[in-house]
T-cell receptor, first 114, second 112 residues
Framework: DADVTQTPRNRITKTGKRIMLECSQT?????MYWYRQDPGLGLRLIYY???????NKGEISDGYSVSRQAQAKFSLSLESAIPNQTALYFC?????????????FGPGTRLTVL | QKEVEQDPGPLSVPEGAIVSLNCTYS??????FMWYRQYSRKGPELLMY????GNKEDGRFTAQVDKSSKYISLFIRDSQPSDSATYLC????????????FGRGTSLIVHP
């Protein structure tokens, strides 16, 4: 079984729709992250959470919101999707009690906004 | 200028070649240096991890860090078609809560 899972894996939606991407992990890690990946731009951090009560904005948080429902679950929402939010989205986890640096990534969600 | 610069490639080499992938950075506070490998339609996975300067070897892979030049490298010996992937460098510091800053990734193609 995958340690970090993301649902859905693919999603096509229309401009203005609300979208939620979900991430679950069985690694027992306390830290979770949401990234988007665009061709030529690499991975950019959207939001991160160091524990259930800790939420922080990343490099590109505008237009996004998150919820950390439990240590194992971290959801990303697009309140009103727009075409330039078309991208590959990755959830990642890390363990602060370890090196704190190694991140484990989910398989990604390919989101298309028409 | 981005904190971490990485040539996106693509880099195309024949099977068996020695591959050199590189990143430069501007933040002298970076202490932890990582290389991730990402296959098409997959999430990145950690390949090599180095603390501070020096070399680290793992099988056909060698990671080098030169903090004085703010330059890191990943060498792949005897490259195989299965090494074809995008390689992302990443670096972090304790001052940044260990959150990594990623390079844009270099696409590597190893042809038989």
């Amino acid at each position: 079984d995958a340690d970090v899972t993301q649902t859905p894996r693919n999603r096509i939606t229309k401009t203005g729709k609300r979208i939620m991407l979900e991430c679950s992990q069985t690694k027992g890690h306390d830290r979770m992250y949401w990234y988007r990946q665009d061709p030529g731009l690499g991975l950019r951090l959207i939001y991160y959470s160091f524990d259930v009560k800790d939420i922080n904005k990343g490099e590109i948080s505008d237009g996004y919101s998150v919820s950390r429902q439990a240590q194992a679950k971290f959801s990303l929402s697009l309140e009103s999707a727009i075409p330039n939010q078309t991208a590959l989205y990755f959830c990642a986890t890390s363990d602060s009690s370890g090196s704190g640096n190694e991140q484990f990534f989910g398989p990604g969600t390919r989101l298309t906004v028409l | 200028q981005k904190e971490v610069e990485q040539d996106p490639g693509p880099l195309s080499v024949p099977e068996g070649a020695i591959v050199s992938l590189n990143c430069t950075y501007s933040n002298s506070a970076f202490q932890y240096f990582m290389w991730y490998r990402q296959y098409s339609r997959k999430g990145p996975e950690l390949l090599m991890y180095t603390y501070s300067s020096g070399n680290k070897e793992d099988g056909r892979f060698t990671a080098q860090v030169d903090k004085s030049s703010k330059y890191i490298s990943l060498f792949i010996r005897d490259s195989q078609p299965s090494d074809s992937a995008t390689y992302l460098c990443a670096m972090s510091s304790s001052g940044g809560s260990y959150i990594p800053t990623f390079g844009r990734g270099t696409s590597l193609i190893v042809h038989p």
